[in-house]
């Protein structure tokens, strides 16, 4: 039974597709072997991406309610499936595994040997899918930069969806986590350059389930917008999902071990499929040609220029303000790129436009 469990796993996780969905690699098997009991596997493919109960869940595996529930909840404390309340019935629903049950590992920031080998079995099977399905072309981008809005004149229109500050404001729950990728990487004996971890945000009924079930930190307006300030200044850049509406967290990324730069750093024009909306603009009566923004930029998308002025190249260029927050002149401010289209609205239209995007590939 336990071989077919863990093969079958395969099968349950490339349905729920994303990023590393499955693969049929020795590495996959010793992941999800050490990730998943035989049992956990057991419910964890019985699993749809629809939420079900655990009474439904149970006839489909013709089990006891009683077993299946407990195990589900436990699974659920774990990072291993979704939970929630909808009418009052507790529902399940599967994760794919990313986003979902890699991140889930380790947002509590925890640092067990269980953590350690984790982190080195996620790694590992991350490194043979990439090296087996070779550099996938983002078609649509799924997230989006968020400029850094202190960047940007007063006189500019910046859309809500622009802001993060506006996030924090309007969210009463606002919990912080471990930043997955840098503390993935730092498990393995990286090193993280100094990089702030708990600083990943999520807001409202998402942040309250992760401080109930997965370590989760609450914090105060107050302490989310001090933790915002210590990004900026690390240069980090903020990142969401790419819609208008929906916006239920924002990660803090930086250019070495983000998941999401590091893809978008392989396309032949990073700057095209993840952006914020907002491009840089130098003043040369203000700019000294001191280069920290040269240092500071995550793509590498600016050099020093004619008259030495810093000249940015637009297909590398997220818009993301790092620049401008650590110019000492404040010689660098954001405008919005004329022609920018808006983000769609909610996840339903995001997935309308990546499958709309794919198929014209
Ligand atoms: S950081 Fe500011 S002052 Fe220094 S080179 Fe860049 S724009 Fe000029
Ligand atoms: S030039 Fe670099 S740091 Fe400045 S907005 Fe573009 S990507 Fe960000």
């Known amino acids: 039974m336990t071989l077919q469990v863990y093969q079958q796993a395969l099968s349950a996780m490339k349905s729920r597709g994303g990023p590393y969905s499955g693969m049929d690699v ?35 595996m013709n089990r006891d309610e009683h077993e299946i529930r407990g195990r589900l909840e436990a699974m659920a404390d774990k990072g291993l499936c979704a939970t929630f ?28 040997e269980r953590h350690k080998k984790a982190a080195r079995l996620i790694h590992e099977y991350k490194k043979a899918y990439e090296a087996a399905r070779g550099i996938e072309k983002i078609s649509f981008p799924l997230t989006r930069v968020i400029p850094v809005n202190k960047s940007i004149p007063a006189a500019n229109v910046i859309h809500t969806y622009d802001q993060v500050a506006a996030y924090i404001e309007k969210y009463d729950t606002i919990c912080v986590g471990a930043c997955y990728c840098r503390h993935e990487a730092q498990l393995r004996g990286e090193d ?19 401080i109930e079930r997965l370590g989760g ?4 307006k107050q302490e989310a917008g001090e ?14 999902r790419n819609t208008t509406e929906d916006i239920s ?11 999401v730069i590091s893809q978008v750093l392989k396309q032949p024009a990073p700057g095209r499929v993840f952006n914020s909306g907002y491009e840089p603009m130098f003043d040369p009566e203000l700019c000294t040609a001191c280069e920290t923004c040269i240092e500071r930029c995550p793509p590498e998308a600016l050099k020093m ?40 609205k909610n996840v339903k239209e995001l997935t309308m436009q990546i499958k709309h995007h794919g198929m014209k590939k």
Request: negative net charge; glycine residues 8%.
């Open 26 to 60: 020795p590495e996959f098997y010793a992941m999800i072997e050490y990730l998943f009991t035989p049992e956990e596997a057991e419910v964890n493919n019985a699993l749809e991406r629809k939420p079900a109960s655990a009474k439904e869940i149970a006839v489909k």
């Open 217 to 220: 930190r609450k914090v105060t």
């Open 85 to 112: 309340d909808a009418d009052g019935v507790r529902l399940y629903q599967g994760l794919p595994f990313m986003p979902g049950i890699m991140e889930y590992q380790f947002f509590s920031g925890g640092k067990t």
């Open 192 to 210: 993280i350059h100094g990089m702030p971890m708990e600083v990943c945000m999520w807001f409202g009924n998402l942040a309250e389930y992760m």
């Open 305 to 344: 220029g004619e008259n030495n002025i810093p000249s940015v190249n637009p297909d590398r260029c997220f818009g993301c303000a790092v620049c401008a927050r650590g110019c000492p002149e404040e010689a660098i401010k954001m405008s919005p790129k004329p022609d920018f289209p808006t983000p769609p």
């Open 249 to 259: 967290f924002v990660c803090n990324c930086d250019r070495w071990h983000c998941e």
């Open 227 to 240: 933790i915002l300030n210590q990004t900026e200044k690390a240069g980090l850049v903020h990142m969401s």
